[in-house]
Structures are given as C-alpha cells and as structure tokens.
C-alpha cells in the first residue's frame, strides 16, 4: 500500500490553500486527490468577478484566483492526481481513490485533509410539488452547462431562492439573452450577498419576490410554467395568492450542502448546524489527524475567507505531522457556544495553550440585524464587543479571539445583543 | 408506407409487454412490441411501490391472486437468469386495535387459501422486536416472510433486452392510433406506420381500455389512479428491514415505508382517482398525507433526507380484478394494478400460452434466458473492481458521485441493445443522477457523453420522451 504523509481530499480553492501552507510549514509528501480534470474546484465555473479582494487586493475572476493558486501549488511542487475519485475514507485513514489511469487503489495516510466542498440542495429535497419535465436545474448545474459546455439551458427563466450562484446566473442568463421573469425567495431576506442583489438583479431589473415559493411546476416533458405563491411566517403558501408564469427554465438556488458521505465513513461527528465536522481551532475533527476546511466545514460567503481558512488546516496538519502524529494533549479547551442569534460557531472547541496569539471566530446570524452587536462573553464577563450596522443570515461574521483574552477562560458564548430584527 | 408483418404486436413496453415478450421469443414467433414513449419502462412500470407482494391481499380465486402467487415464486428463477436486483425482505401489515385484529385475520386466511407460505400473526411487541422503528401504537402485525423488493427499472429493462436478445424488435416513439380485422389479421395504425400481426397483446397500462376499444366492444373502463411517493437517502435506508404496510380503515389503504432494493427508504402511496390519464404531479396535499400517515406505523421517518417525490399511475380496472381475456386474437392484459409487477412474471407466461394457443408455434432450440446486466462496480469487492477497471479503464472515470457509477457503466447504459438515450433512460438502467444530489452533478457530463454517443448536440439531448 502507497503511503503519504498528507492526503487532501479536493482540489479547489480549499484543498489547494492547505497543500500549499502544509508544505510551506515543511511537509513534503502531500498529495491532493481531485475528480476534476484539472484543478479549481467550482472556481473554474465561476467566470465572473468579484474574487479575491481581500487575499490578492484586487478583483478577479474565478478561474483567475483559482489559477493564482494552482500555479503556487505546481511551483512547490505538489504532488496532484486529477480524475481521481476518492470512494473511501476510513478511521485510520486509508483512502481508497479511483481513476482512470491509476485505476483502484488504497493508500495509508499519516494526516488527511477534507477539502470535498458542498453541493447543492435538488428539487428532491426541496420537496416542491408537480410534474418532473425537462428544464428544472440547480443553479450551479446550470452555471456548469452555460460556462463550460458553452450552451444555454433555456430562454424564459424563473430563479427559486436567492442563494448566490442563483443570483449570478440571473445576470448570466440575461446576458445570454433569456428573459429572467423572477426570483423567488421563501424567506423575508435574500439568501446571497447585498452586492449581488444590486449587480445581478436590480441592475437588470429582473424582480425579487421574498417571502414567495414554487408551488407547482407544470409540463409533462418539458417544462411549461410554474406558480409561484406568497408564504406566511411559517412558509406555508398563502391561498390566492398563486401567479403563473410560463417558463422553460428553472433554476433552483436554495441552498448548499456540505458534502460530507467519505467524513462520515471516516468516523467524523457532524454538526447538525453546518452539517459540516466538528473542529478545534486547529481544524482538526474529533479523529486524530483528519482536518476539515473550506465549504465541506461550512459554506462561506467569499473564498478569500476559505483561502485563509484551508491555510490554517494546512499548517495545524502540519504541525500534527512534525509532532510525529502525537496528540497535543490539549492543556486547555474552550468551548465555544452559539448564542442567542447565532445559528453556529467555527470552531467549536479552543485549544487556549497551544494558539499562536490569535484565532478567527467564524459564525453566521439567523436573522436580519440592524444596529446590534456581537457579544463574546465568558459567563458574565464581557471580553469582546463589537457594534455592527447590519447582520445578515446570507453573509458570515468574524471576530478575531487573542489569547490573552483566553486566559483564566473554560468556555466562551458568541450572541446577538441590543438594536432589533 | 409498406405494412410491416409480424405474428404478434404486443402493445407498450412496460413490465407487462417486456415480459410478454420476452415469453414470446421462446417460440418460433416474429414479436413487434410498439411503445408510444422513447423508452421501454415509461410509464406506471417506473413510478410504483417495487414491491414483489407475498400474495395475501388479493380475495382467492381471482386472477390477482392467482398470478401474485406464482409470480411471487417465480422471482428469483427471474432474478437469477435476468440478473436483476431481488431481495425478499419480508412485509408486515400492522394494525392498532384489537378491534382491527379480524381485518389481519382476514389477510392471513387469503393468504393461506392463496397459497403465501409462512405467513405468522405477530403482537405488536413482537413485531417491535423485529422493527425497532415500529409505531408503540402498533397492536399487532402479519408477517409474510416471503415479501420482497426489486428494482422495477432494471427489471422491465432486463426483460425486454433478454426479448430482443432472442428476436423481439421494438419500435419506440410508435404510438398506436387505430387497429382493425382484417380477415386473420390485425392492421394497425401508428404514429410510425402501418404494422399487421395475428395476433395482439394489450398490455397499454392507463390506456389499455383505449386500445381495447379500438377494435373490441366496450366492456371495460380504466381509471387512473394516482399515487404519490417520497424516496429517502440511503442513510435513512435502514430504518426498516421488512416493508411494513398499514391494514385498511376508514381513513384510506394507509402508506407503506419499506427499504428499496438499493439502500434507499420509500414511503407511499396516497391513493385518488383522477381524470388526466398523463397527471403524474406530486401535490403539496398529497406529500403531506404520506408523511402523516406513515407516521401511523414508523416512527422517526427523517424527513429531512427526502431526495425525490413523485407520482405514479395504478391502471384501476372497472371489474376490480385483472383483465386477461383472448377476443379471438385479440388478447387483454388490462387493470394491471397493484400486484401488477409481482405477477408480471406469471402473467407473461400465461399471455404467451393464450397466443400458443392461437398460433401453435414451435419453442426455438436456441432460446437464451440469461440476460448479463451492466457490472454494478460500486457493489462488487475491491480485487474485483480492480480487475475490472484495468480492463476496462473508463470504469475507473466516476461520473455520478453519490451513487459512484462511472463513465463505463454509463457508455454500456447507452451502447446495448436498446440502449439508453436520454438521461432519464441512463438513470433507470445504472443510477447516474438517483442518488442524494438528483443529477446536480452529473448530468453535465452524462449529457455530454450521450451527445457524443447519439452524435447530437448536447442541448438537443432530454430528459425524457
């Protein structure tokens, strides 16, 4: 059986950022395992810019961020296997990988990284009533056929929630000359970021209903039409409240889903908020040397802040590998809970000792917030507050931890304060 | 355009006319088997619960038990020569009352005078022990261990490759608009041109009473009867082990959950008569009544891991049982409902004997029963999918990710005789695009493969039809 010291499961933005900073950190038999033809991840879909303000200070497409690291990752050096399906990963983490020119193989890893990303929530799932033509589409899905097959699934178009990529191919379908009727948004706010909405929809005057669904898709092979209906504060659809538009296309944007199957087979606890692992501060799930980062942990808003992120599981797998493997014996944990207001918290758990001087606190709001503020406390004692103008459900909040702060400090709460919904 | 000249047509390519056909080409018989849709398996043969009944609900002495019995037993004879995916799982009927005990009773004593064997009456703690899942308010249960599951898809695929394989030639996209008598023959009409035969098989499904009435008088109506379903990830496969069905009460039949033959949970179905013979939407009302009802007999039904809805079409006949009746040549295979797929098998053969006895053929010396399915790698070891894929590397490519099925497999899906050509054809014979993330993922590339293979451009490859 092949060994390696580090296998990283994908090969987006996510994987290639931690095989990038693991090797940095002096790990030189990595190996990322990608079941693209190339590297990128869903970058190289992406072809609109708007990438990389924070990580490169200027705008990029996201073939373009995705080729600034792909180019460091074969400038270091790193091992790379494209067309390679990872089918299995176990407890004592042997990955069994399949490809078209390597065929089945199973190899020994002292360290893993999960860097599978997310998928998108189906219609299935979604559970909206009617026929099943020809013509319903996940938004990504339909991203994919108009960016890289290079052909345009439909002409008249209605969008179902307001998730990012939904709100990106409401643009990109307009400019490829279909009619986009509408978006429909379940809940009272959007699911996508506040610039999309402004550069995406209000600039084509393409209209957003929030607080309406599909209620019935009509078409026996193909798609004819759907209604769309207003919902109440439970999101039950409101009686006569129903409108019809015909349509050939529609696109569904209504979630992403951390795509965890291999993480559960590895042995790795999920948490029910992100549907993504459980992690320390280090990224380190509840199994020794299996690290998580970027979509596949939680789904981000930016990829500069999943660049950032995958860096430091690089790096903490790094470390665990110099320590010949060796659990750090955490001296002190915090656990970090989720408030009033916030849905989830990544990490979970703080390893106080052993942080460098500083560690990013990820979360996201479950509500619209205008003038509140985030609140760490430990118990009663207030160690950070921060006032915020607006918090939104669709975009993740930070704050950053110091160690100091820690000190003295068994567990931390991260809430929502003051101001209103 | 010329006639073209057949011993027998059989009419639709759903499990009925596939394993008529296939019974058919034992014997020296030219088989035309004509299909309105672009597929075999289009119609209520792709939308049903994928049960292969024990036998017990079908009054004795009609032909729905007669024909679920023996087709029941035939199974795994079909499963093994079709290699086909069968498993007999075992079913429970459960009741709440002990008042409803005469109704399970009643099953059990059908089922003893149909011939079901090993039929037990089970308390409701019993029952508990073997179904964890089990509503506590569950009284008490017939069991009928030789209940099973099947793949409906590959069933009906199988059935007719293996006729093909053996002589049948089926015409797609044929949709039959006329038939008359002519002396000894029949002259039919179609969408397609003109075929003739001795003899006809109407196997039509929703629409069998059209056909019939096209050249025979009208002593049959069939309604539709619309089911809707809810199929669950494979993670909540497991919930149950056997298929556990309500008794009838005043609220309804009640809904089944059962483990599907690949892993995954089904619930359903609702039952309502309706007037649109091509209505197969799932309804919001609909959804909701299988989730409350199911509840009734499981427990802890996740209902956050529904990966797809839909609907099916049960061809309710006016006489309550099966229509199987020669019209001097003209021979019905009406109102296959429910057990319909259970005694496909049998009702085949028995099709085949009432043409025999019309046209007297010779059985062929050369009849093949076997039929080898596509290789399943994601289900075989690891030496033997090893072996395979280094001799076949594009069953190395993965293509569909959740059910790990590979370029491979899908390039045979669409290469064999009667091969697939839209995504839906790929997805009913090897599961690309059935699993969690209902093709999200795959369709672009599946897409891309079928243009290349059916030379068309990618935006002209569908669906479905």
Not at chain 2, 42 to 68: C, M, Q, W, Y
Request: glycine letters at 10%; charged letters at 25%.
């Amino acid at each position: 059986m092949d060994k390696h010291s580090l296998v990283i499961i994908g090969g987006g933005p996510a994987g290639m950022a931690a095989a990038i900073e693991a090797r940095k950190s002096g790990i030189d038999d990595i190996v990322i395992y990608e079941r693209d033809v190339q590297l990128g991840g869903i970058l190289n879909q992406c072809i609109h810019n708007g990438f990389g303000l924070h990580t490169f200070k200027e705008e990029l497409t996201g073939p373009e961020y995705a080729g600034r690291f792909i180019e460091q990752t074969e400038k270091l050096g790193i091992r790379f296997e494209t067309g390679s399906m990872v089918l299995s990963v176990s407890r004592n983490k042997e990955i069994t990988v399949v490809s078209r020119s390597a065929g089945l193989k199973t190899v020994k890893a002292d360290a893993v990284i999960l860097a599978m990303g997310c998928r998108e929530r189906p219609r299935g799932a979604l559970n909206i009533p009617g026929m099943r033509p020809q013509g319903v589409y996940t938004a990504g899905t339909a991203q994919k056929m108009v960016n890289c097959e290079g052909w345009v699934p439909g002409k008249e178009v209605v969008i179902l929630g307001s998730g990012d990529i939904g709100l990106i191919m409401a643009r990109r379908m307009t400019l490829e000359g279909a009619h986009v009727k509408v978006v429909a948004e379940l809940m009272p706010y959007s699911g996508g970021l506040k610039r999309n909405i402004v550069q995406c929809l209000d600039d084509y005057d393409i209209p957003l209903k929030l607080s309406h669904t599909v209620v019935d898709i009509k078409g026996r092979r193909k798609l004819e039409g759907v209604t769309i209906a207003e919902v109440d504060n439970t999101g039950a659809p409101i009686p006569g409240t129903e409108e019809y538009y015909s349509c050939d296309t529609l696109l569904l944007s209504c979630g992403l889903i951390p795509e965890n199957e291999l993480s559960l087979g590895a042995g790795v606890s999920i948490n029910s908020a992100t549907n993504g692992p459980i992690v320390d501060d280090r990224l380190q799930t509840n199994v020794e040397g299996v690290f998580a980062c970027g979509n596949v942990l939680h789904v981000h808003d930016l990829v500069d802040f999943v660049s950032e992120e995958s860096g430091r599981a690089g790096r903490s797998a790094a470390d665990y590998l110099k320590r010949g493997g060796k659990k750090e014996n955490p001296e002190k944990c915090v656990t970090v809970t989720a408030g009033e207001g916030v849905r989830y918290t990544v990490p979970s758990t703080i390893d106080a000792a052993n942080i460098c001087d500083s560690v990013h606190l990820r979360f996201r709001v479950r509500n619209v917030y205008k003038g509140c503020s985030i609140v760490v406390a430990a118990g009663e004692r207030e160690l950070i507050r921060k006032k915020k103008k607006i918090m939104v459900p669709s975009e993740m909040e930070e704050v950053l931890l110091k160690k100091e702060l820690l000190t003295d400090v068994d567990g931390i709460t991260v809430t929502i304060t003051g101001g209103g919904v | 355009m010329e006639s073209r000249i057949f011993d027998v047509a059989v009419i639709g390519a759903g499990v009925i006319g596939c394993a008529a056909a296939r019974e058919l080409s034992r014997y020296k018989l030219s088989v035309a088997v004509l299909e309105r849709e672009s597929d075999v398996c289009e119609g209520t043969s792709k939308a049903n619960s994928a049960i292969i009944h024990a036998g017990f609900d079908a009054v004795p002495g009609t032909l729905k038990a007669r024909f679920n019995v023996e087709g029941n037993k035939m199974m795994d004879g079909v499963a093994e020569e079709l290699d086909i995916p069968f498993k007999r799982n075992g079913a429970m009927v459960v009741c709440w009352k002990e008042s409803e005990m005469s109704k399970i009773e009643t099953l059990y004593e059908r089922g003893v005078s149909n011939g079901v064997e090993g039929l037990r009456i089970l308390t409701g703690n019993e029952a508990r022990a073997m179904e964890p899942a089990l509503s506590k308010d569950v009284y008490a249960a017939l069991y009928a261990p030789t209940s099973g599951i099947v793949c409906p898809f590959e069933m009906t695929i199988a059935f007719a490759e293996n006729a093909c394989k053996n002589g049948a030639s089926f015409s797609f996209s044929t949709e039959v608009t006329g038939i008359e008598r002519s002396g000894e023959e029949f002259v039919i009409a179609t969408s397609k041109g003109e075929f003739r035969a001795k003899a006809v098989v109407n196997c039509a499904g929703v629409h069998a009473d059209e056909i019939h009435n096209m050249t025979e008088k009208a002593d049959f109506s069939i309604s539709a009867r619309k089911g809707e379903y809810m199929l669950l990830d494979k993670s909540a496969g497991g919930l149950v082990k056997n298929t556990i069905f309500q008794v009838p009460t005043e609220m309804g039949k009640g809904v089944l959950v059962s483990p599907t033959v690949h892993g995954n949970l089904i619930v359903g179905p609702t039952a309502e008569d309706i007037g649109d013979k091509e209505d197969i939407s799932t309804t919001r009302q609909g959804l909701e009544a299988v989730k409350r009802v199911s509840a009734l007999s499981v427990s802890g039904v996740p209902y956050n891991k529904v990966i797809t809805s839909f609907s099916g079409l049960r061809a309710t006949g006016s006489t309550g049982d099966f229509i199987i009746e020669d019209h001097d040549g003209f021979i019905d295979a009406a109102g296959i409902e429910s057990p319909g797929l259970s005694s496909a098998p049998a009702i085949a053969k028995h099709l085949a004997k009432l043409v025999c006895a019309r046209l007297v053929p010779e059985e062929k010396t050369d009849f093949d029963p076997k039929r080898k399915g596509i290789p399943k790698l994601a289900q075989l070891s690891f030496e033997d999918r090893k072996a395979l894929i280094d001799e076949r590397p594009d069953y190395g490519q993965i293509v569909c990710r959740c059910e790990q099925i590979s370029e491979g497999e899908i390039l045979d899906s669409i290469r064999r005789p009667l091969g697939a050509t839209t995504l839906d054809g790929v997805k009913r014979r090897v599961r690309a695009g059935m699993g969690r993330c209902q093709a999200g993922f795959c369709s672009p590339r599946v897409i891309e493969l079928l243009a290349k293979e059916l030379h068309i451009p990618q935006w002209e490859v569908k669906k479905n039809g």
